[in-house]
């Protein structure tokens, strides 16, 4: 038996087990995140005179110090990891690279508090792994959770798996691998055991993210402007309902689809 077997006794059937948890008061809860970063050679392409990466690094620079900044506040229960993917596979950028995966879940390993997250320069370059990706976030997510509840008696809600490609999936692997992880996560969501959002950017394989993260949960980005990319992402990691909140963000029209749920 695991820990989500008795998700719905630990959290009285919430929808999401950490809704009726404030983030900003000591509790022994902790709120798990997984940014999953696509990182292949088209992000080196230039656009208007400036590569997608080195946009994406300036970006992080000026983000990280307010969530180490929130960390210390709001932001007190919520761990993050951070992989990548692309030409160099895919790789845990908050911990040791070498560190093997089994190790990733415990403390010190990929698992990093708010007030600490850290993350260097990313470089991009190669092909767009998102199923192998895909597939790790969500053993990885699973191993802590497991890890927390086994080593800590803390009690976790939802993993929230933040997903941002300016692609579609090109892993070594038959053409509709991705439908197998989609399996994975729909699971995962109906267990109540995972948040997912998927944020594609122009040139991302839509139908593939819209079928996987659901409408609810796929949000498109009208540019590669990833100062909105990254204020979305603190929105879907500290509000309690984050789909909604990350659509009222985005300043959806009317006229555009609405997530599943909403009036």
């Known amino acids: 038996m695991t820990v989500f077997d008795d998700f719905d006794d630990l959290f009285g059937g919430s929808a999401d087990p950490t809704d009726d948890?404030?983030?900003n008061t000591d509790t022994y809860h902790r709120r798990v995140v997984i940014l999953l970063i696509d990182v292949s050679g088209s992000m080196r392409f230039a656009e208007k005179g400036t590569r997608p990466?080195?946009?994406?690094?300036?970006?992080?620079?000026?983000?990280?110090?307010?969530?180490?900044k929130q960390g210390e506040g709001p932001l007190r229960a919520v761990e993050f990891a951070v992989v990548t993917f692309g030409g160099d596979g895919v790789r845990a950028v908050t911990c040791d690279p070498h560190r093997p995966e089994e190790e990733l879940a415990q403390d010190g390993g990929a698992f990093?508090?708010?007030?600490?997250?850290?993350?260097?320069?990313?470089?991009?370059?190669?092909?767009?792994?998102?199923?192998?990706?895909?597939?790790?976030?969500?053993?990885?997510?699973?191993r802590?959770?497991?890890?927390?509840?086994?080593?800590?008696?803390?009690?976790?809600?939802?993993?929230?798996?933040?997903?941002?490609?300016?692609?579609?999936?090109?892993?070594?692997?038959?053409?509709?691998?991705?439908?197998?992880?989609?399996?994975?996560?729909?699971t995962?969501?109906?267990?109540?055991?995972?948040?997912?959002?998927?944020?594609?950017?122009?040139?991302?394989?839509?139908?593939?993210?819209?079928?996987v993260a659901t409408e609810q949960g796929y949000v498109p980005?009208?540019?590669?402007?990833?100062?909105?990319?990254?204020?979305?992402?603190?929105?879907a990691t500290s509000a309690e309902d984050p789909?909604?909140?990350?659509?009222?963000?985005?300043?959806?029209?009317?006229?555009?689809?609405?997530?599943?749920?909403?009036?």
């Open 21 to 23: 948890i404030e983030c």
């Open 53 to 68: 990466i080195d946009e994406l690094n300036r970006s992080m620079r000026a983000w990280l110090p307010e969530i180490r």
């Open 112 to 142: 990093v508090a708010a007030a600490d997250l850290a993350i260097g320069d990313l470089t991009a370059s190669g092909t767009t792994p998102m199923v192998e990706a895909l597939e790790f976030a969500l053993r990885l997510g699973d």
């Open 144 to 186: 802590r959770v497991q890890y927390l509840a086994d080593s800590h008696g803390l009690q976790t809600g939802q993993v929230r798996l933040i997903l941002f490609s300016d692609g579609e999936p090109n892993d070594e692997l038959p053409v509709d691998a991705w439908r197998s992880v989609a399996d994975l996560i729909r």
């Open 188 to 211: 995962r969501r109906q267990q109540r055991r995972l948040v997912f959002l998927a944020f594609g950017a122009p040139g991302a394989d839509e139908e593939m993210l819209r079928a």
């Open 221 to 235: 980005l009208s540019d590669l402007d990833f100062t909105e990319l990254l204020d979305l992402v603190l929105v």
């Open 243 to 263: 789909y909604t909140a990350v659509w009222e963000q985005a300043h959806w029209e009317s006229a555009e689809p609405q997530p599943e749920g909403r009036t």
